[in-house]
């Protein structure tokens, strides 16, 4: 059985520890500029924060993750999902899924500002999560789920819609990393590589107006980009005093799309550093920035979300375009050109209300510039 990183058990790299309480944590809702922090740092400090995944502890999982886990084989359950499930924080269908952490509020944080997020560890909380495809939704609605008796899939609800695959961790022998696998049939399995990420990572909004964890949108949130792992940075337009930061819908591995809605959604400790960028210093390195953008030692990654796939491609486009002709001061059509040529556009993700494209754009292409 796995070695749990409960609330407070383990290693803490940063400099404020944040845990998953229930009378603190938002299930299925954002902070709004009238949260109240649940902690406040100063520009540049490191945070670690307790993520939880909502895996096992919903209600069409039978809100019991004792239980749910126990179908798997696995007794080996974190006590702050317990304390969750069990209390009478409510989180019914009409609210989002994510058990969302924060809001660590950062000193001298101003709306036109941005805050610089930077990822420096994810440690696994658990060695296992869920794929979990459900209520008709992923990018196959109507045909998925499907009902067919799976003998590799408990299900203790067989009546929610939703089918969920338990998957474990291995570690690799050679060092190499972690893989994690799910079982297809008494004698094979699939497998794939980690890569940790956090899938759920904001600001507040300009107002105390309500916000569902599953739209993505200016504020961040639910953006579900891959590639900010360990190393990379979310660059976050501030839209309320405190910028009033929050974290969750945590994974150990997702595709591009997301399409069967989950991707191996599990928990991690996640360790951030939160700077604040000054209006003008950001403005020299992104333009005027309105929407999340990230950032890898390989690429720049623009962003762009709308209610369609082509409509999210044309924003992440003429986004990528604003950068690069405001970053070095090309001419739009020349940038448009660049991009055609070098610019990687991938779909982030089809499946949460507000679909996703960002753009890979290669740093050494313009180191002549810098």
Sequence with gaps: MSTLLDP???VIRGEHYLPCRPDE???GWLPTAASTPALTVRSG??????TLSHEGILADQGRDPRAFLAAHGRDDVLRDAIELAESDVVNTDADGPHVVT???A?????????LRVDIRALDRRVDYGFISNRHGFGALPGE???????PWKPDLHPDSGTVSHFC???EDGDGGGATGRFRIDELRSASFRLAPFLGLMGVAGPDDAPAHSVPPG???GNIDIKHLVVGSSLYLPIRSEGALFFAGDPHFAQGNGEVALTALEASLRATLTLTVVPAQESAGLFGALTTPFGETPEHWIPTGMAASLDEAMRVAVREAIRFLAERFEIPRQSALAYLSAAGDFEVSQVVDGVVGVHCLIPKRDWRTWA
């Design 8 to 10: 407070g058990r383990g």
């Design 25 to 27: 944590v938002g299930w």
């Design 45 to 50: 400090d490191s945070v670690t924060l307790d």
């Design 102 to 104: 924060g809001p660590v």
């Design 106 to 114: 950062v000193a001298g944080a101003r709306p036109g500002d941005v």
């Design 144 to 150: 998925y789920p499907l009902r067919a008796a799976h």
């Design 168 to 170: 474990w961790v291995e």
């Design 218 to 220: 200016p504020h961040g």
